[in-house]
DNA sequence: TCTTTAAATCAAAATAAATTGATTTAATCC
DNA sequence: GGATTAAATCAATTTATTTTGATTTAAAGA
């Protein structure tokens, strides 16, 4: 019979933020937020229209959705030349709490299990 | 006469996410979240013993420390010559999942509202 | 008072991230 | 095919963050 081995000494040192890490990097500016929250209240955006929205150069613009989509809080769908990006509403939920969900989410749609 | 300009153009862009840019930033560092981890495992602990906890040298731990004060994630008690830190558990709920919160929370202490 | 210890701060160096403008890739339309 | 448009990538610069080791501040004890 084996004897089990406690799950006590420095377990602690081997829990892996590396992934939480490189979303709240993604999540810690303001423009980025700020895409974020376009997106919530527009839905699905294509790149030529976000840079109007926000008001950001096309490959500064790009370069922020690459980040976002890196950690996995946007996703992408090209249809032709365009490129249409959308909230990841699991993700973001998953991460924050219902009150900082709410901003990342249209009033109208409470539909998804995150706004009190 | 003169007409008024419509007030419509970027209201969206008026939302200020500085606080969060804030505390995503303090969170956006796996050294930053494993202080926040030991500070749920161990509740109160002074520097001089986290030094070794999380084995960074006295300066950077410092450095550290502030960044998660500044964004309100933890709590400072001086006792003479002794500091001891805190994790700020109703901001970190207020910011993050049920889900992450139990993270930073023992599994022995569900008395907050925020483990399912 | 002098010494010791804890913790914060500082300035310099190292590392990382963001911005810029130009270029490339690739799909669409004529 | 050639021109046009959308979006990604690139290299160079700028800006921000982190690390390091030394110094400072300040409380405690002999």
Request: hydrophobic content about 35%.
């Amino acid at each position: 019979m084996i004897k089990e081995i406690p799950f006590v000494l420095n377990v602690e040192s081997q829990v892996d933020f590396s992934k939480f890490e490189l979303q709240f990097k993604a999540l810690a500016d303001q423009k980025r937020l700020q895409i974020m929250y376009e997106l919530t209240q527009k839905g699905s955006v294509c790149v030529c229209d976000l840079v109007d929205i926000v008001n950001m150069p096309q490959s500064k613009l790009s370069y922020h959705l690459k980040i976002l989509l890196d950690a996995n809080l946007i996703t992408k769908e090209t249809k032709g030349t365009w490129s249409y990006y959308e909230l990841n509403h699991e993700e973001v939920n998953r991460l924050l709490s219902p009150e900082l969900c709410c901003i990342f989410r249209k009033s109208e749609n409470q539909s998804s299990g995150c706004c009190p």
